[in-house]
């Protein structure tokens, strides 16, 4: 199995001959969806859905109702691909898949709320997850937790006792356009620290490679 990082939010997985990409958004290099087998969204925001990136593959798309609406009206054209699956879901897009969680996690109370699915894979005999912008427990035990490190919605402090919380014993940081170099170099000193005897942390550059 190959996991590679790409910008922001999006991490491709690779085995067997299927290419699995999540959350190719706005702030993703187009090549994460080179020669993709099966596209996920986790929600509507444009970091996670950027109709550009959707075209330059050809593979389908696998997202919740709210979703496939907003790809039906920003890449109407991408819409004719497009499974809408509910949360609970289990589903086969190459590898087993598991839809969880219903929404994204608060910003502000003054702003509306959208739907989030985070997305459970089994892979090569492990357990992956990609929570999208939330804080939902995976249900189960992963492997690997991909963790939202930076947004608007979330602190240092839930993002370590979220990754505390699911006990994985690795963690590679997501979601991490949002703090300057110095600010994401701080929180790594922490959540290193903070998961130390229940999980590894790692953060790698945009395009790097999960290495075992």
């Not at 979703?67 to 086969?92: N, Y």
């Not at 005999?125 to 690997?144: C, I, K, N, R």
């Not at 963690?171 to 300057?180: E, K, N, P, Y």
């Amino acid at each position: 199995m190959r996991i590679t990082k790409f910008g922001h939010a999006c991490v491709r997985i690779e085995h067997d001959g299927q290419v699995v990409v999540v959350d190719p958004g706005a702030f993703t290099e187009p090549e994460a969806v080179d020669g993709a087998t099966a596209v996920l969204l986790t929600h509507v925001h444009a970091d996670h859905l950027h109709p550009a990136n959707l075209r330059a593959t050809d593979a389908p798309v696998w997202t919740i109702a709210e979703v496939a609406e907003g790809v039906r009206d920003q890449a109407p054209d991408v819409a004719e691909r497009t499974t809408v699956i509910a949360p609970g879901d289990r589903f086969d897009i190459g590898v087993p898949v598991t839809a969880v969680g219903e929404r994204h996690a608060v910003i502000h109370p003054s702003m509306p709320g959208v739907a989030n699915s985070g997305y459970r894979m089994e892979v090569d005999g492990q357990t992956l997850f990609h929570p999208g912008d939330s804080f939902d427990h995976p249900e189960q035990g992963v492997d690997l937790l991909f963790l939202p490190v930076s947004a608007p919605w979330c602190k240092l402090a839930e993002v370590m006792d979220y990754a505390k919380a699911v006990g994985a014993p690795r963690s590679l940081a997501v979601h991490d356009r949002i703090l300057s170099e110095v600010g994401l170099s701080l929180l790594d000193e922490r959540v290193t620290a903070y998961l130390e005897g229940i999980g590894d942390y790692t953060r790698i550059a945009d395009g790097s490679d999960l290495h075992a």
